[in-house]
């Protein structure tokens, strides 16, 4: 065998810890290495000459790269490798950077380590096969879940782009939380105002299919192939025959359900319309509060009904959509501040007293009252007596960059919505006073920081540095006692309401849906991209795409452009007919298979089929286990079951990963 | 290697989709951890054969760690619940030949958990240091090889 070695420096980060000159020393003596070369950066151009080159030279049969990470320039030096003739798969890489240099300080221990690191490398290689990737065909088409802003504008873009696409909303109407705002920092633009059209286009669109109040149900497939079951909740109403008039929402006798869309602080009958703008401008029977469903009364909508729309009988249906891309925008709910269970790991602000006093409210139901179309019609009043409160208290990191109550991130967003609040209350309530507690004003973003100071300068409201230990109600009032931490000494407020600007959390059911669909998620529920900085809106499932808030707390202005960024990635997968997939798939040996079948049992994709072998009469030999290069994912758990071995993992075969366990030394 | 500066060999068997990262991401936020640990990387924990551990332990490991996804996180769905079930059955055929359970050890770590990734390393080093050498295979092999 002649394999090449090549040791990369990665400038002083592998250097620094490991002596590279010395691996390359000792590797070189190692048996089948005929070259075996050290350089201060072998992902550059010339590194790669160098292993270009050398393979054309010595003929190499293989080629170790020792350097970071498979998972940063695995694919650049295979690149290199087919470049000049050699098949890919005949390189490994041997990760001397993350797992050695980095996390170690001893020079000689990281150098033994390394070492061996390369040993096992150069053992695995001289055993790997010539491997041919697997083309695919590619199926244009998208999934976005969910119908927020960051969906909203990815189907858009998909679908501008000329591709077909699935919007799944499991709400009642898309629009997501920003149809809930009253004004958007920092031009106060009105939200419903310039989120509506966009969610009207959508509507329209002929290549975007909407399906509201559905979820995902179970994702099958690949990249390019997923088979994707959509559970279409049964809305108790058909929408085919729905024309939206409305008269069943007034009519309705049951008005006492708390409205989502109002965040309780108004009610809403049994069947209803979100809010007025929405999309679909179909209403939904909640089964739990309707009386038809409760006692077999009423049915007052079903008479009413022109379009004899309303069905009682409906089931939840499933859709199956062949799916090429997916784009996750599932976004964000806020933290409740209020009682946490004991079991709970997060304590919650129980001194608050949010749930307890109903003026003490969070930030979206303050942009509910301040909005035109709340349930005060944008006039401020407070929830409990609907008077106009005269002094306000805003607290900011309730829930966030707290490690005791809450969670250790900042939400990012609180800062700029708070400033935003207080400005809207000053506009509305001229001879009121606004008070905002703050442990750092971060403003980092065009125009925002411009927009703390207007709030502060020009409109007056006075932000104290400090934390708020406590509220209670006294004579009608809220008794918020804190902290002024810049003049070092305690405060107390009278306040008529007080704001919480709780941290934004992942979706309740984000790890649920991260489990159907693949995804990873931090231990905060937030899904987890490939790369923090090179690849923002990709996840580790090949084909799935993240925008939003459900990768991290996020605003606006942030989300859409991590949409369009999503879009584009789909967009990239759609430019071509055909994908590659990596061949390290699963073979059966036929001559030794014994059709036992023990790895068609514990296959996750069906990817294992039932293939007969006949004599040339036609008579059946024996029946043996088949593969399908398209489903089989390459997990190797087949591989690992078979008790005859006759199904091996192309890549990782048992002869490689004995050879590498065997170079332990 | 001289009894007095006897270091322990770890080999750990990971998976590329959790552990490995994981492993990745404590190199990338420069984390320290003990040298002693040498990674064989499978694309799934279900790929694992228990042949791979007694492999390891015969050529000298004396710790060995398997570690992937977390249940319900799996890349391949399902291929951590085939790994936990295998590893469980044969670290009680293990211990049921002697081998202390200490030096087989299973943990799942995943993507973004690079300080437990640190914290397992330095924890299995530490429990197979406490153990001293493992020459147990060899006594165990010898006693096969008697009986055949």
Same mark, same amino acid.
């Given at each position: 065998?002649?394999?090449?070695?090549?040791?990369?420096?990665?400038?002083?980060?592998?250097?620094?810890?490991?002596?590279?000159?010395?691996?390359?020393?000792?590797?070189?003596?190692?048996?089948?290495?005929?070259?075996?070369?050290?350089?201060?950066?072998?992902?550059?151009?010339?590194?790669?000459?160098?292993?270009?080159?050398?393979?054309?030279?010595?003929?190499?049969?293989?080629?170790?790269?020792?350097?970071?990470?498979?998972?940063?320039?695995?694919?650049?030096?295979?690149?290199?490798?087919?470049?000049?003739?050699?098949?890919?798969?005949?390189?490994?890489?041997?990760?001397?950077?993350?797992?050695?240099?980095?996390?170690?300080?001893?020079?000689?221990?990281?150098?033994?380590?390394?070492?061996?690191?390369?040993?096992?490398?150069?053992?695995?290689?001289?055993?790997?096969?010539?491997?041919?990737?697997?083309?695919?065909?590619?199926?244009?088409?998208?999934?976005?879940?969910?119908?927020?802003?960051?969906?909203?504008?990815?189907?858009?873009?998909?679908?501008?782009?000329?591709?077909?696409?699935?919007?799944?909303?499991?709400?009642?109407?898309? &629009?997501?939380?920003?149809?809930?705002?009253?004004?958007?920092?920092?031009?106060?633009?009105?939200?419903?105002?310039?989120?509506?059209?966009?969610?009207?286009?959508?509507?329209?669109?002929?290549?975007?299919?909407?399906?509201? @109040?559905?979820?995902?149900?179970?994702?099958?497939?690949?990249?390019?192939?997923?088979?994707?079951?959509?559970?279409?909740?049964?809305?108790?109403?058909?929408?085919?025959?729905?024309? &939206?008039?409305?008269?069943?929402?007034?009519?309705?006798?049951?008005?006492?359900?708390?409205?989502?869309?109002?965040?309780?602080?108004?009610?809403?009958?049994?069947?209803?319309?979100?809010?007025?703008?929405?999309?679909?401008?179909?209403?939904?029977?909640?089964?739990?509060?309707?009386?038809?469903?409760?006692?077999?009364?009423? &049915?007052?909508?079903?008479?009413?009904?022109?379009?004899?729309?309303?069905?009682?009988?409906?089931?939840?249906?499933?859709?199956?959509?062949?799916?090429?891309?997916?784009?996750?925008?599932?976004?964000?709910?806020?933290?409740?501040?209020?009682?946490?269970?004991?079991?709970?790991?997060?304590?919650?602000?129980?001194? @608050? &007293?949010?749930?307890?006093?109903?003026?003490?409210?969070?930030?979206?139901?303050?942009?509910?009252?301040?909005?035109?179309?709340?349930?005060?019609?944008?006039?401020?009043?407070?929830?409990?007596?609907?008077?106009?409160?005269?002094?306000?208290?805003?607290?900011?990191?309730?829930?966030?960059?707290?490690?005791?109550?809450?969670?250790? @991130?900042?939400?990012?967003?609180?800062?700029?919505?708070?400033?935003?609040?207080?400005?809207?209350?000053?506009?509305?309530?001229?001879?009121?006073?606004?008070?905002?507690?703050?442990?750092?004003?971060?403003?980092?973003?065009?125009?925002?920081?411009?927009?703390?100071?207007?709030?502060?300068?020009?409109?007056?409201?006075?932000?104290?540095?400090?934390?708020?230990?406590?509220?209670?109600?006294?004579?009608?009032?809220?008794?918020?006692?804190?902290?002024?931490?810049?003049?070092?000494?305690?405060?107390?407020?009278?306040?008529?309401?007080?704001?919480?600007?709780?941290?934004?959390?992942?979706?309740?059911?984000?790890?649920?849906?991260?489990?159907?669909?693949?995804?990873?998620?931090?231990?905060?529920?937030?899904?987890?991209?490939?790369?923090?900085?090179?690849?923002?809106?990709?996840?580790?499932?090949?084909?799935?795409?993240?925008?939003?808030?459900?990768?991290?707390?996020?605003?606006?202005?942030? =989300?859409?452009?991590?949409?369009? =960024?999503?879009?584009?990635?789909?967009?990239?997968?759609?430019?071509?007919?055909?994908?590659?997939?990596?061949?390290?798939?699963?073979?059966?040996?036929?001559?030794?298979?014994?059709?036992?079948?023990?790895?068609?049992?514990?296959?996750?994709?069906?990817?294992?089929?039932?293939?007969?072998?006949?004599?040339?009469?036609?008579?059946?030999?024996?029946?043996?286990?088949?593969?399908?290069?398209?489903?089989?994912?390459?997990?190797?758990?087949?591989?690992?079951?078979?008790?005859?071995?006759?199904?091996?993992?192309?890549?990782?075969?048992?002869?490689?990963?004995?050879?590498?366990?065997?170079?332990?030394? | 290697?001289?009894?007095?500066?006897?270091?322990?060999?770890?080999?750990?068997?990971?998976?590329?989709?959790?552990?490995?990262?994981?492993?990745?991401?404590?190199?990338?936020?420069?984390?320290?951890?003990?040298?002693?640990?040498?990674?064989?990387?499978?694309?799934?924990?279900?790929?694992?054969?228990?042949?791979?551990?007694?492999?390891?332990?015969?050529?000298?490991?004396?710790?060995?760690?398997?570690?992937?996804?977390?249940?319900?996180?799996?890349?391949?769905?399902?291929?951590?619940?085939?790994?936990?079930?295998?590893?469980?059955?044969?670290?009680?055929?293990?211990?049921?030949?002697?081998?202390?359970?200490?030096?087989?050890?299973?943990?799942?770590?995943?993507?973004?958990?690079?300080?437990?990734?640190?914290?397992?390393?330095?924890?299995?080093?530490?429990?197979?240091?406490?153990?001293?050498?493992?020459?147990?295979?060899?006594?165990?092999?010898?006693?096969?090889?008697?009986?055949?």
């Amino acid at each position: 065998m002649k394999i090449g070695v090549y040791i990369c420096y990665c400038g002083e980060n592998i250097g620094r810890t490991v002596d590279c000159a010395a691996v390359a020393k000792a590797c070189a003596e190692l048996p089948g290495v005929v070259d075996s070369v050290d350089y201060k950066y072998m992902c550059s151009d010339p590194g790669q000459n160098i292993i270009k080159n050398a393979i054309r030279e010595k003929g190499l049969q293989g080629v170790v790269v020792a350097s970071c990470s498979p998972h940063m320039h695995e694919k650049t030096f295979r690149r290199a490798c087919s470049d000049s003739g050699l098949n890919p798969f005949l390189c490994e890489i041997a990760n001397l950077r993350e797992h050695c240099s980095w996390v170690h300080e001893d020079v000689p221990a990281a150098t033994r380590k390394a070492i061996d690191l390369v040993r096992m490398a150069v053992e695995k290689v001289k055993r790997n096969g010539e491997l041919e990737p697997i083309r695919v065909p590619v199926t244009k088409r998208a999934l976005v879940v969910g119908g927020g802003i960051a969906g909203i504008q990815a189907a858009l873009d998909v679908a501008n782009a000329g591709f077909e696409v699935v919007l799944v909303e499991k709400e009642p109407s898309i &629009g997501g939380h920003m149809s809930q705002l009253s004004e958007t920092f920092p031009t106060l633009d009105c939200s419903q105002c310039i989120l509506t059209p966009r969610m009207v286009e959508v509507y329209q669109h002929p290549r975007i299919k909407l399906l509201s @109040y559905s979820e995902v149900e179970k994702v099958e497939g690949f990249i390019g192939n997923f088979k994707v079951t959509i559970r279409r909740k049964a809305r108790s109403v058909i929408e085919e025959r729905c024309t &939206g008039c409305g008269l069943c929402v007034q009519k309705c006798p049951t008005k006492k359900a708390p409205s989502e869309f109002e965040q309780g602080l108004a009610k809403r009958p049994a069947i209803y319309v979100p809010f007025p703008q929405a999309v679909p401008n179909k209403p939904v029977i909640d089964r739990n509060v309707c009386t038809h469903f409760r006692t077999g009364k009423c &049915g007052i909508c079903k008479k009413v009904c022109g379009r004899d729309a309303i069905d009682f009988e409906q089931q939840d249906q499933f859709v199956t959509e062949d799916i090429g891309a997916i784009i996750v925008a599932t976004g964000y709910q806020l933290y409740s501040i209020s009682k946490k269970p004991d079991d709970s790991a997060i304590k919650g602000y129980g001194e @608050y &007293g949010y749930g307890k006093y109903p003026d003490v409210i969070d930030g979206l139901q303050f942009e509910r009252i301040a909005s035109a179309s709340g349930p005060s019609s944008g006039e401020i009043r407070r929830p409990s007596d609907q008077k106009e409160p005269k002094k306000v208290v805003f607290i900011q990191c309730v829930g966030s960059r707290d490690e005791a109550k809450g969670f250790t @991130y900042c939400s990012k967003i609180c800062c700029m919505y708070t400033a935003k609040h207080a400005m809207l209350y000053k506009h509305k309530v001229h001879d009121g006073e606004a008070y905002v507690f703050y442990m750092d004003i971060r403003a980092g973003g065009k125009m925002y920081e411009e927009f703390v100071r207007r709030a502060i300068e020009e409109d007056g409201v006075k932000y104290i540095r400090g934390r708020v230990s406590r509220i209670y109600p006294s004579g009608g009032k809220y008794i918020v006692k804190g902290e002024d931490t810049l003049a070092g000494e305690p405060i107390e407020i009278d306040a008529d309401m007080v704001v919480l600007a709780t941290a934004m959390i992942a979706q309740p059911n984000a790890q649920k849906l991260a489990q159907v669909l693949g995804v990873p998620y931090d231990g905060y529920g937030f899904y987890q991209e490939v790369h923090p900085k090179l690849r923002p809106v990709e996840v580790s499932t090949a084909g799935i795409f993240l925008a939003g808030a459900c990768q991290s707390p996020k605003d606006i202005p942030e =989300a859409v452009a991590m949409a369009s =960024a999503a879009a584009s990635k789909a967009l990239v997968l759609f430019g071509s007919d055909q994908l590659e997939r990596e061949p390290t798939v699963a073979k059966v040996n036929e001559a030794t298979c014994i059709g036992c079948f023990y790895c068609q049992k514990v296959c996750a994709y069906n990817a294992i089929e039932v293939k007969e072998i006949r004599d040339r009469k036609g008579n059946l030999v024996k029946t043996v286990a088949s593969v399908n290069p398209g489903l089989c994912q390459g997990c190797g758990t087949c591989n690992a079951t078979c008790p005859s071995k006759s199904i091996e993992l192309l890549g990782y075969t048992d002869e490689q990963i004995f050879a590498e366990i065997t170079a332990l030394g | 290697m001289s009894e007095s500066n006897w270091e322990p060999k770890i080999v750990a068997i990971v998976c590329n989709w959790c552990t490995y990262t994981g492993a990745d991401l404590a190199g990338t936020s420069r984390m320290k951890y003990q040298p002693n640990v040498r990674i064989i990387k499978l694309p799934c924990t279900g790929r694992i054969d228990p042949v791979f551990i007694l492999k390891a332990f015969e050529r000298g490991a004396d710790g060995v760690l398997v570690s992937g996804c977390h249940p319900g996180d799996c890349h391949y769905n399902a291929g951590n619940f085939h790994a936990r079930r295998r590893w469980m059955l044969f670290r009680d055929l293990l211990d049921f030949v002697g081998i202390e359970p200490e030096r087989l050890q299973f943990s799942w770590v995943s993507a973004s958990e690079g300080r437990k990734w640190v914290d397992v390393i330095n924890g299995v080093t530490d429990a197979v240091r406490a153990r001293g050498p493992f020459t147990g295979y060899q006594a165990i092999n010898k006693e096969f090889v008697a009986h055949e």
